[in-house]
Antibody
Framework: QAHLVESGGGLVKPGGSLRLSCAPSGFTFSDYYMSWIRQAPGRGLEWVSYITHNGRSHQSADSVKGRFTISRDNTNNALYLQMNGLTDDDTAVYYC?????????????WGQGAPVSVSS | DIQMTQSPSSLSASVGDRVTITCRASQSVRSNLNWYQQRPGKVPKLLIYGGSTLQSGVPTRFSGSGGGTDFTLTISSLQSEDFATYFCQQSYSLPSFGGGTKIEI
């Protein structure tokens, strides 16, 4: 059965950095586009970044552009989100999500989420 | 950016009720509209994609319709496990989500 497991969340001061990781299992990771999606406490969902199956192309939301970087390691089956210059507005649960093959930005598999709290 | 607006933001319903949620896009997304269910404390779950295609394993009481800018999610007969928050999401361009509709008892 396919799964995604995030790690690396935690408490960080404003201006600080964190790197989130996502470990896939039960499917061929290198076949799939992947995204990070976040959900602030009691709020809705916000797409953050996506990366193609081979890592050659990626894009981020304007709210994190220049601060967050998505990457992947298909050899070691891992997805990453490097987050720099964190602000209070970045406080959220961060989900990694798999896209349905052939359907851009349709997310059929989600991890349990990594909580990130930005506070002084 | 495409803005997604859901209505209502919350509703009260009973088991067995027929429930309809609407989602409007700020510009046409053609049929690239998806629906997710999020139960309290749980991860979002894909219900419908492409406006009307039921994801594998999702009960047939869920259905989606619409196109262009206006879409609906219908639950034909509400079950206890359906009390949750529902989000629409456009996948026509860089994704954006609606604010959610919470179905309460």
């Amino acid at each position: 059965q396919a799964h995604l497991v995030e790690s690396g969340g935690g408490l960080v001061k404003p201006g600080g950095s964190l790197r989130l990781s996502c470990a896939p299992s039960g499917f061929t990771f290198s076949d799939y586009y992947m995204s990070w999606i976040r959900q602030a406490p009691g709020r809705g969902l916000e797409w953050v970044s996506y990366i193609t199956h081979n890592g050659r192309s990626h894009q981020s939301a304007d709210s994190v552009k220049g601060r967050f970087t998505i990457s992947r390691d298909n050899t070691n089956n891992a997805l990453y989100l490097q987050m720099n210059g964190l602000t209070d507005d970045d406080t959220a649960v961060y989900y990694c999500a798999r896209e349905v093959r052939g359907h851009y930005f349709v997310f059929d598999l989600w991890g349990q989420g990594a909580p990130v709290s930005v506070s002084s | 950016d495409i803005q997604m607006t859901q209505s209502p933001s919350s509703l009260s319903a009973s088991v067995g009720d027929r429930v309809t949620i609407t989602c409007r896009a700020s510009q046409s997304v053609r049929s690239n509209l998806n629906w997710y269910q999020q139960r309290p404390g749980k991860v979002p779950k894909l219900l419908i994609y492409g406006g009307s295609t039921l994801q594998s394993g999702v009960p047939t009481r869920f259905s989606g319709s619409g196109g262009g800018t206006d879409f609906t999610l219908t639950i034909s007969s509400l079950q206890s496990e359906d009390f949750a928050t529902y989000f629409c999401q456009q996948s026509y361009s860089l994704p954006s989500f609606g604010g959610g509709t919470k179905i309460e008892i």
